[in-house]
């Protein structure tokens, strides 16, 4: 792994293929979703994912799910697809989620075509603590890529209080900052059962904080 100096932050990624993924722990969600992509972690084991199925009873209660994607909440239900607040217990979820210093990141997918992508970011002592552990479950023949230093500007994108993040990219996910906005403020508000007066302070808060950092930045 590269050097990290002082808090800066880094990240890496693991990619395997689909055949590969299919004997790794959790393989067992490409059973029931074609794609399950991470939006946005809440913290310990629990994530926003969008999941796309052929089946809909996809989304109904499986034992064989509990283990690596339980899902607690339907937010959004398309005809193949869903945005779900889920659980995932698996073991390297669970590494990641025992290290404060690192965390799971998207783009984080398992699909069938695509096979296993995981993006974890943090520091230095997270990353080293976070690759070593995962080393252990997965094979030596797959290989775990690490990644140069993350760009400046995605370090100085402000940190944004939890519920504002969740507002937020739950807005981007859904196309509300399209050119043509795909959803409304009320649409949001009933995805996240919350009011829409509420929804409107938290992307009015975060829009002003991001484009203050970026002015900020820019004129550096």
């Known amino acids: 792994m590269a050097e990290i100096d002082g808090d800066s932050l880094r990240y890496f990624q693991i990619k395997i293929t689909y055949e590969q993924a299919q004997h790794m722990p959790g393989a067992v969600i490409i059973d029931y979703f074609s794609k399950a992509e991470m939006i946005f972690g809440l913290g310990g084991n629990r994530v926003i994912s969008r999941v796309e199925f052929d089946d809909p009873e996809s989304l109904e209660e499986h034992d064989e799910l509990k283990e690596s994607f339980e899902i607690e909440k339907i937010l959004l239900k398309g005809e193949n697809f869903a945005y779900v607040i889920a659980k995932t217990p698996g073991p390297l ?128």
């Open 93 to 220: 979820q669970s590494i990641i989620a025992k290290q404060d210093e690192c965390w799971m990141v998207p783009p984080s997918i398992i699909s069938r075509k695509e096979g296993f992508f995981m993006t974890v970011q943090g520091t230095s002592t997270g990353l080293k603590y976070a690759r070593d552990s995962l080393v252990s479950l997965i094979p030596e023949a797959l290989e775990m890529k690490i990644s140069k230093a993350i760009d400046a500007d995605w370090i100085l994108t402000p940190t944004l209080p939890e519920k504002r993040q969740v507002v937020m990219m739950t807005a981007v996910e859904m196309g509300y900052y399209n050119p043509k906005r795909k959803c409304t403020q009320k649409d949001l508000a009933k995805i996240l059962g919350i009011q829409q007066g509420t929804v409107a302070e938290h992307l009015r808060h975060a829009e002003s904080e991001i484009i203050n950092s970026w002015a900020k930045h820019s004129g550096q």
